[in-house]
């Protein structure tokens, strides 16, 4: 059963566009979602996270978005450039574990 | 460098071998995981220590996998037996917290096994 549901799997955006990655999650137990980049051969950094109460995030070019009653929240990526071609994972935990739940992935890819 | 570090970075293993992955926290932190990353998947959770304990070893495929960390620093996880399915990359990860507290985590680059 997989708990966290991401797309698309993957994803084609012009440079300066705004690549939009979904998520959504049945637990409501989950209490903390963050997003992680992975680029080829290195393993997933950290780039933002929210927690359910905030209806929105943003640092620097990237935003979140979240709806607690939909169990939804996204990924928004502004003036989106070619070094931000990677793969994008969405996530959950919950506080009472540490384990970071993770979704399939999208790979995105920014042309020139 | 400060980051997660794990050895070897790549493994080929033929089936029925027995392999040991390593890593190393960053210092000081106290929680440690494992998570398996199957090609084009998101990584699924394995194990977790806190200090030397392991709290948590519910993500273990089987008994063929088996963790460790005595000292409270460095982690091995071993494989037995390997089979094929068992071919993906292992991440390491750490963070500063005890449980309960959603501290950052630190992944380290992996390591590739794959078993023919």
């Known amino acids: 059963q997989q708990q966290v549901k991401q797309s698309p799997q993957s994803l084609i955006v012009q440079k300066g566009g705004i690549p939009i990655i979904n998520c959504a999650y049945e637990?409501?137990?989950?209490?903390?979602f963050p997003w992680y980049q992975q680029f080829p051969g290195k393993g997933p950094a950290l780039l933002i996270a929210i927690r359910p109460d905030v209806s929105e995030k943003k640092e620097g070019r990237f935003t979140i978005s979240f709806n607690k009653s939909a169990k939804q929240f996204s990924l928004h990526i502004m003036d989106s450039q070619p070094g931000d071609s990677a793969t994008y994972f969405c996530?959950?935990?919950?506080?009472?574990?540490?384990?970071?739940?993770f979704g399939k992935g999208t790979r995105l890819h920014i042309l020139p | 460098g400060a980051g997660v570090s794990q050895s070897p970075r790549y493994k080929v293993a033929k089936r029925g071998q027995d392999v040991a992955l390593r890593c190393d926290p960053i210092?000081?932190?106290?929680?440690l995981f494992w998570y398996q990353q199957a090609l084009g998947q998101g990584p699924e959770f394995l194990t977790y220590?806190?200090?030397?304990?392991?709290?948590?070893k519910s993500g273990l495929p089987s008994d063929r996998f088996f963790a460790e960390r005595p000292e409270g620093s460095v982690s091995t996880l071993k494989i037995q037996r390997t089979q094929q399915e068992d071919s993906a990359v292992y991440l390491c990860?750490?963070?500063?917290?005890?449980?309960?507290?959603?501290?950052?985590?630190?992944f380290g680059p992996g390591t590739r096994l794959l078993v023919l």
């Open positions: 210092s000081g932190h106290v929680s």
């Open positions: 990860a750490s963070s500063l917290s005890s449980l309960g507290v959603q501290e950052t985590q630190y």
């Open positions: 637990n409501t137990a989950f209490d903390y």
């Open positions: 220590f806190q200090n030397e304990a392991q709290l948590d």
């Open positions: 996530a959950a935990t919950m506080n009472r574990d540490d384990k970071i739940i």
